[in-house]
């Protein structure tokens, strides 16, 4: 991933590491909020006010975070009200890129932009920092509102609700000290602990990554034993946000980013789970495994300089789930 730094575009990896060889993700730049009437959120300026065809959400169908807010948009019934860009699959030199070669990658119909990074000095001519997925990008004010997936799958779950008459919510105010205390195990030891362990430069940083990988795994599969969902009977914003690593697990991380001990098929209740959410409506069309793989083994060079992409198992994702 590229970044601005004291305003001169420079080459870097997906996150930063620290001098003991361990990968440190950088936090989101943008932390603005849509609410039903433009009130300022917990963060950021106010002004953004939930209204039909104002929005625009930039992504990848690589990207796990990316994936939340496409997953939400859906679950929402959002995809009238919120248009979006899908960015190609393989992040070169100058970062992602809006090429059309590659089938589901639709360009920038804003802005006709080559590459993310100028819809970032957009909003920001002076900008520093990493240029991520997903964006939320607000065509009135002609700016950023968010750029950091956990905020926006909470604007998309409750900001538009006037406009699209849902009332189905997955972070509902009873069960939210539950979805948070599952977040704060899942993110850092399994969503970024595949990074951790596939992006360390030394072997105590990968050992130290590695095993919380397996053991968030196995937690889950327990938990799924005894439950519908990772935080009871409810399906919420904790199954979502631990699903877009889980379906990726064995296409790439399991081998790409070396978390190779086991396959998520061979953990049965969690292989289940997903794929019930995966057959959820709406949700297998968010799932694009060419692009999943195209971007992984062929983006990070460190990795694999040949760009090669391995046979990867065949997965059988409609495969009944046994979860009636």
Not at 114 to 125: F, S
Not at 292 to 312: A, E, F, K, Q, V
Request: overall charge negative; some cysteine.
């Amino acid at each position: 991933m590229n970044q601005l730094v004291d305003g001169v575009w420079t080459k870097g990896s997906i996150g930063a590491s620290r001098k003991d060889g361990a990968y440190k993700r950088q936090n989101a730049g943008f932390r603005n909020w849509c609410t039903p009437d433009g009130a300022p959120g917990p963060s950021g300026q106010g002004g953004f006010q939930a209204e039909s065809g104002r929005y625009h959400l930039y992504v990848s169908y690589a990207c796990p975070w990316a994936h939340r807010t496409l997953i939400f948009r859906e679950l929402k019934g959002l995809a009238p009200h919120v248009g979006v860009s899908v960015v190609h699959p393989v992040m070169g030199g100058e970062g992602w890129a809006f090429a059309t070669d590659f089938d589901g990658a639709t360009g920038d119909p804003l802005f006709g932009a080559a590459y993310l990074r100028e819809v970032y000095l957009r909003a920001d001519p002076h900008m520093t920092g990493k240029v991520t997925v997903p964006v939320l990008w607000d065509k009135q004010q002609d700016t950023i509102v968010s750029n950091e997936s956990s905020e926006i799958i909470r604007m998309f779950d409750s900001a538009f609700d006037a406009l699209t008459g849902s009332d189905v919510h997955f972070w509902p105010e009873d069960l939210r000290d539950k979805i948070g205390a599952v977040n704060d195990r899942v993110y850092p030891n399994f969503n970024n602990g595949v990074y951790r362990a596939g992006f360390a430069a030394t072997q105590d940083a990968y050992d130290e990554a590695i095993g919380p990988v397996f053991e968030t795994m196995a937690w889950a599969d327990d938990v799924l034993s005894r439950s519908r969902y990772l935080t009871g009977d409810r399906l919420t914003e904790a199954d979502w946000r631990m699903f877009t690593s889980a379906v990726r697990f064995d296409t790439v991380y399991h081998t790409h980013f070396k978390c190779n001990r086991q396959w998520l098929r061979d953990y049965p209740n969690l292989w289940a789970w997903t794929r019930e959410l995966y057959q959820m409506p709406g949700i297998r069309d968010t799932v694009r495994q060419d692009h999943i793989t195209h971007h992984y083994y062929r983006s990070h060079p460190d990795l694999n300089p040949h760009g090669i992409i391995p046979i990867n198992p065949v997965i059988d994702w409609d495969e009944p789930h046994g979860r009636g």
